[in-house]
């Protein structure tokens, strides 16, 4: 039932963001859409909610528990800017805006930026991990949440690798074609 249920939270969540960012920009219902996009955590509402009843209800604490955790973990950390990002894109698509900046390319900026979304994967990490401890103290029970005290580590590890990754990108700088430091015109002006 959990694995159905995040499944449904995800497409819930596309649903949501493309029906929000339609009314916005493309039925000229800023309202509306605004009113949508606001509507997408009550999906992560749900599936806690739906978690902890069947935790109530006796079920066994097993792997779906721990998604669902990682999945609300997750959505708390990234979803913010995956929303801004695709406002940003259809803003101007359909709503006549400038196209939004890209990220940097190049250098430290790269780096910095690299280091702002490992951040969203720390953050969801934590929100995982106090919602399995929780978990973990509602079932109270230890020889049962071995599966729940698992997915923390899974959470955590997680979020080291990107962690790893974020770093190469400021020990190893990636220079634009050519060998320079410098950033290219273009990217300058996008940042500004």
């Known amino acids: ?14 649903v949501l963001l493309a029906a929000g960012l339609a009314c916005r920009y493309v039925l ?14 009550l999906l992560e509402l749900v599936l806690l909610v739906a978690t902890a009843l069947d935790l109530r209800n006796g079920a066994e ?15 708390v950390g990234h979803g913010h800017r995956t929303v801004k ?23 430290m ?10 951040l969203g ?3 969801g990490a934590a929100v995982a991990t106090v919602l399995l401890q929780l978990a973990i103290w509602y079932v109270d029970d230890p020889s049962r949440v071995t599966s729940l005290e698992s997915w923390r580590y899974v959470a955590w590890r997680a979020a080291g690798i990107h ?9 190893w700088p990636r220079k634009p074609e050519g060998g320079k430091d410098t950033v290219p015109a273009r990217e300058e002006s996008v940042r500004r």
Do not use: Q
């Open 1 to 14: 039932m959990i694995v159905a249920l995040i499944a449904a939270c995800e497409i819930g969540f596309w």
């Open 28 to 41: 000229r219902m800023p309202r509306t859409g605004l009113v949508l996009l606001l509507c997408e955590p």
């Open 61 to 75: 604490p097993n792997w779906t528990h721990g998604l669902a955790a990682l999945y609300i973990g997750y959505t």
């Open 85 to 107: 990002w695709l406002d940003g894109h259809a803003a101007h698509r359909f709503g006549g805006a400038p196209p939004p900046p890209k990220p940097p390319r190049y250098g």
């Open 109 to 118: 900026a790269r780096a910095r930026h690299e280091g702002k979304v490992w």
């Open 121 to 123: 994967s720390v953050a």
């Open 163 to 171: 962690g790893l990754v974020a770093l190469s990108y400021l020990v």
